[in-house]
């Protein structure tokens, strides 16, 4: 199936420390639903800057479980293990605007300032020479947005309290950082992503506004979660997804989106489930809550 060309770029960036489970299928879902409805492009990002959560061959493994189901990106995968250079130079443009500072707070540091960075640190360069954070230099401002299925939105940083890590003593990229650069070098104009990463939405209004660069627009859907309200994810052992139930497995998945479909395409191939799914896709349709239990498609 082709699709005409839009404004709209949308993305599903997993991690590879596993193989997709039931919440990630629904999320990937809801990201190519609407992209594939306003006819723009849908990317795929492996954000693989942890090699010490990530599992080997997950990154594989991942792609197949989206092969699988129909859920066909547009452009090559992006591997964030390949930006470094990227990043470095993301980074020094922050540094050279004063929006970072070198840190050697520990977390233990933090907790017993209450979250607060000490004044040895912040914004100055302290004087010891061991291993550096790099963090973000937030000031005390309010950051808005207008969430696609949630409304307004807003939430008001501290200065010194909200700086936020960009760079890892270790040396690893961290995430707020590199998500953003990345969306900002494939201009992504939409993010559909689960109700767990609203709380990074700040931070990357933060960036966005730092390197001067239009934000894109925002949709947290509601993260599914299990019989004890537990967010479904790999460390509470959600099971993988099996590639051989495709089919019902995206029924299941467009019932937990308030999109079920019609009787007569329950165990229908999956091509046809994905046409349905585009043509009655409506962000309108889901439910405004951070969480739904997962449940059985009727």
């Known amino acids: 199936m082709t699709h005409s060309l839009s404004d709209y770029r949308g993305r599903f960036a997993p991690t590879p420390t596993g193989p997709l489970h039931f919440g990630s299928l629904v999320a990937a879902l ?8 306003h006819n723009g492009q849908w990317l795929v990002r492996i954000e693989d800057i942890d090699p010490l959560r990530e599992l080997p061959g997950a990154s594989s493994y991942i792609l197949q479980t989206l092969e699988a189901h129909h859920l066909l990106w547009d452009e090559s995968v992006r591997y964030q293990s390949l930006q470094s250079d990227a990043y470095e130079v993301f980074i020094e443009q922050l540094r050279n605007n004063d929006h970072t500072y070198l840190c050697p707070c520990s977390r233990k540091t933090l907790i017993e300032n209450n979250g607060s960075h000490s004044v040895e640190c912040r914004p100055t360069h302290p004087k010891n020479t061991q291993q550096l954070a790099i963090r973000f230099n937030t000031e005390s401002k309010s950051y808005s947005w207008k969430d696609l299925l949630l409304g307004q939105r807003s939430y008001t940083a501290k200065e010194g309290i909200d700086d936020f890590v960009i760079k890892r003593k270790e040396g690893f990229y961290a995430y707020q950082m590199a998500v953003v650069c990345d969306d900002i070098d494939q201009n992504i104009s939409h993010i559909i992503r689960g109700s767990d990463l609203l709380d990074s939405t700040p931070p990357q209004l933060a960036l966005y506004q730092a390197a001067n660069t239009p934000t894109p627009q925002f949709g947290h859907i509601p993260v599914i979660v299990n019989a004890s309200g537990q967010k479904l994810s790999k460390q509470n052992q959600a099971p993988a997804i099996c590639n051989k139930a495709a089919s019902l497995n995206l029924q299941k998945a467009l019932f937990s989106l308030n999109h079920p ?10 091509n046809d489930i994905i046409n349905w799914a585009i043509l009655n896709w409506s962000l309108n349709k889901l439910p405004k809550t951070l969480a739904i239990q997962q449940g059985d498609a009727v």
């Open 261 to 270: 479909l019609p009787k007569e395409l329950h165990r229908a191939p999956v």
């Open 30 to 37: 809801a990201s190519f639903l609407d992209a594939r409805k």
